[in-house]
């Protein structure tokens, strides 16, 4: 046997137990599909704010006298529903333009008339939230909207509201706003709180039945300054004349006043459910 000829057997033999004599079978690695991940429902999100301060505005709707009372309000911002569909605009200080609807909320304090000289024998009006929601179109520098509202409590009638503004941003996080406003009213709200009924009659104070129509026009200046991502500060200086019956009623041509001042001042904290 040449030299060669051993060479290769010696292989040959050193191979065998790793090729057949090794009892242990080497497996290819496992291929693992992995299935495609499950995108899962979008979780409901409800957005909104609230506010809180302290308000200057006629005594009652027609008073020559001014009084300070604390306010409260609601804006809503965002809603996302369990479908994924969404309503609103997810940042709740600069908005999202184009159309959009939105809630609105208005507290009228109850009127004592035993509290009032003007007043006194006039009938009583209980506290009234007035409950409803609107429609809007938002630019940078511009907004209208228009609002219905029903009220629980000291009237049970309906108002409508229409609004415009011409919004300035001198910075990232102030922003001011002026425009017009318009409020209608029906027969049930303008002759709760103008009317006069044969009970409430009075010297310088004659039956007086109110209908419903334009009850005020006026101006609005708004500020709001934004401290963080959920805490700002608002302030408001409103200006309305009051119009038609509401204007006419005794209550406020005799001893009223039919041009409206108020001013409020207070904070707005935006607060976020689900998500």
Not at 32 to 48: E, I, K, Q, S
Request: proline share 7%; hydrophobic share 40%; charged share 20%.
């Amino acid at each position: 046997m040449t030299l060669r000829c051993a060479a290769l057997a010696l292989f040959c033999l050193g191979a065998t137990p790793v090729l057949a004599g090794d009892p242990t079978i080497v497996q290819p690695e496992p291929v693992v599909m992995t299935p495609a991940p499950v995108a899962l429902a979008p979780r409901p999100v409800l957005l909104f704010s609230l506010s809180g301060g302290v308000t200057s505005t006629p005594e009652y709707f027609g008073s020559d006298d001014v009084n300070a009372a604390p306010y409260l309000g609601v804006k809503f911002h965002f809603l996302r529903l369990p479908n994924g569909r969404e309503v609103g605009s997810p940042d709740p200080w600069q908005g999202s333009e184009g159309f959009g609807i939105h809630g609105s909320a208005r507290y009228i304090g109850e009127r004592d008339s035993s509290d009032y000289s003007a007043l006194r024998g006039a009938d009583d009006v209980d506290a009234t939230l007035e409950l409803g929601g609107g429609i809007g179109y938002t630019l940078r520098n511009f907004d209208v909207f228009a609002d219905v509202r029903r009220g629980f409590g000291g009237h049970e009638g309906w108002v409508a509201e229409l609004g415009a503004d011409y919004i300035l941003r001198p910075t990232d996080r102030l922003r001011l706003k002026m425009g017009p406003r318009l409020l209608w009213g029906d027969e049930e709200y303008t002759d709760t709180y103008f009317g006069v009924n044969a009970a409430s009659v009075a010297p310088g104070r004659p039956l007086y039945e109110a209908d419903g129509g334009l009850v005020s026009a006026g101006l609005e200046f708004g500020a709001r300054y934004q401290l963080s991502d959920v805490w700002g500060l608002e302030g408001a200086v409103t200006y309305d004349v009051l119009q038609n019956d509401a204007a006419d009623s005794p209550l406020v041509d005799g001893s009223g006043e039919k041009d409206q001042w108020g001013i409020r001042l207070g904070v707005t904290r935006v607060f976020q459910i689900g998500g």
